[in-house]
């Protein structure tokens, strides 16, 4: 029997926190056994596990019952027999003999310590099927590097306190290297996409040289051709970025893959819903403008999020409506005056490749279709296309202009910090920093002290979770954030206020208020 409590983690998640990672595998195990329909995910971390449900299906009272009640049948003394992996490994790593100085023993012997071990995967993220190896059987705890790496190449092995891990695309990092594999870790089209899962056995084989070249596949890269026939736009210039979004991909957390999609999800929605699409369908989530592409065809298209002008050949368009966008008319978003990120839908959807049921662009983990460029060309799906439903008005405006009123649920580690910096919190007004994006946003302000110093063991997070590292200076996650982190969360920003704040331009100024139930 394992004793779990549950901490919330904003309006549709929470953690299961238990004393040790051999609990947290078991609590996994009996969650993943009995996982009830509406149950997203489920994240195993060092001391954790993250339940993420949909609210339609199952409510987030009901899912904490069952998880509560699955973790008390948790057996911590089964056997533990889960699939065997081998793994081919060539120890030739730049840190290999200096971390055997820094443990004492030769490089032989740490090599013998690394071989003899029966790893298990405790759990994943980082990035995409980077799996965190742990092993009864090893004897060492080994030091970060001061300096992380800004480039650690794919396929390297690597160990960090007792864990053991391999790089499944090329990232920084601070691990310390002592060999290489060319292990396919991370292939996202495939049937299981990530080699090594959760509770899964690993064990190390010597090799003298890898049979290939080691294995970092781009996932998604295709593109039409630049003479392909069906090609429905070509585009002259990207702007700052320009990437394609749907929905995103949940489900995929355990796997190390975040949710991505559209920042401003509702944008998304009223884009498509405007041409007889299904919300479902991509669309090219274009950031604070810049974007010139000229038709092949002609095409229906609307445009939703942020405004400033945009034209076709020159004369305006108007945004939240359905347009015409006649062969060969240039259109044209030039830099927005309101919001940050406008969303280019056509009717029927850009196609693009699918991964892990999405067509979305993750930009930290490399998924899906890289940043589009000038001079590709991009077809549309015709998946979604429906009738244009009439409009005869435009309920809908563009973004807040002023200052943006946030919402906030529960964070788990509210307890990491003292009243003064909670006051803090809620009474400051922060500023977006030029550190925003995607994967997050950095908020300017005075620092907010925390009780307790250092890193938490990693945990599971969510879009909107609101980190709190050693400086003091608060981050948000975004759709492409990391799926674990080892920074406080004091709170999360509800999943209507994440629209909003996906529209924050650098220099936009934020309050936090306790949402209302």
């Not at 001391?47 to 339609?56: E, G, I």
């Not at 030769?106 to 099927?129: C, K, N, Q």
């Not at 401003?264 to 009223?270: F, I, S």
Request: hydrophobic fraction near 45%; include cysteine; glycine fraction near 10%.
């Amino acid at each position: 029997m394992v004793t779990a409590r549950a901490l919330p983690m904003g309006e549709s998640a929470f953690l299961l926190e238990v004393s040790t990672l051999d609990e947290v595998l078991a609590t996994h195990a009996s969650l993943a056994a009995s996982r009830p329909e509406g149950v997203i995910d489920l994240v195993p971390a060092a001391r954790t596990v993250l339940v993420r449900v949909d609210p339609r299906v199952l409510s987030v009272a009901a899912a904490r019952a069952w998880a509560l009640e699955s973790a008390q049948a948790a057996d911590t003394a089964a056997e533990k027999r889960g699939e065997l992996q081998q793994v081919d490994i060539v120890y030739n790593g730049a840190d290999l003999a200096g971390t055997a100085m820094l443990l004492g023993v030769t490089v032989e012997r740490l090599i013998d310590d690394h071989l003899s071990a029966e790893w298990r995967v405790a759990f994943t993220g980082f990035a995409p099927g980077f799996g965190y190896l742990v092993s009864a059987d090893w004897p060492h705890d080994v030091a970060r590097l001061d300096a992380p790496r800004t480039r650690v190449p794919v396929g390297a092995v690597g160990l960090a306190g007792g864990f053991s891990g391999a790089y499944p695309r090329e990232t920084p990092g601070g691990w310390r290297l002592i060999g290489t594999t060319d292990a396919p870790l991370f292939a996202p089209e495939a049937e299981r996409p990530a080699l090594l899962a959760p509770g899964m056995r690993v064990r190390f084989r010597r090799v003298d040289d890898l049979a290939g070249d080691v294995l970092n596949p781009p996932a998604g890269v295709a593109t039409a051709r630049v003479d392909d026939p069906g090609a429905a736009i070509r585009i002259v210039e990207s702007g700052l970025l320009a990437t394609l979004q749907d929905l995103g991909r949940p489900g995929a957390a355990s796997l190390g893959v975040a949710p991505s999609g559209a920042l401003d999800r509702r944008a998304l929605r009223t884009a498509n819903r405007l041409l007889g699409n299904a919300e479902t369908a991509a669309a090219i989530e274009v950031t604070m403008g810049g974007f010139r592409a000229t038709a092949h065809r002609d095409l229906w298209i609307a445009l939703t999020g942020a405004s400033g002008s945009v034209t076709l050949d020159g004369h305006p368009v108007d945004p939240y409506r359905p347009v015409q966008w006649r062969r060969g008319q240039e259109l044209f978003l030039d830099w927005f005056t309101r919001g940050a990120r406008a969303y280019l839908a056509v009717r029927g959807g850009w196609a693009g490749p699918t991964i892990l049921g999405s067509r979305s662009s993750d930009v930290l983990a490399g998924l899906g279709r890289p940043p589009l460029r000038a001079s590709q060309q991009m077809t549309v799906s015709e998946e979604h296309a429906g009738p244009i439903p009439p409009v005869d008005l435009s309920p809908w405006g563009a973004p807040h202009d002023g200052d943006l009123d946030i919402e906030l649920a529960e964070g788990p580690r509210a307890e990491c910090f003292g009243a003064s910096a909670h006051a803090a919190f809620f009474d400051t007004v922060w500023t977006v920093s030029n550190n925003a994006d995607r994967v997050g946003i950095r908020l300017d302000g005075p620092p907010l002290e925390r009780e307790h110093a250092g890193e938490l063991p990693s945990e599971g997070m969510v879009p909107g979770a609101i980190q709190v590292p050693p400086s003091g200076q608060p981050a948000v996650l975004m759709a492409d954030g990391p799926v674990t982190g080892g920074y406080p969360v004091i709170a999360v920003v509800t999943d209507a206020a994440l629209s909003l704040l996906g529209q924050a331009r650098p220099g936009t100024r934020v309050r936090f208020r306790h949402a209302l139930h």
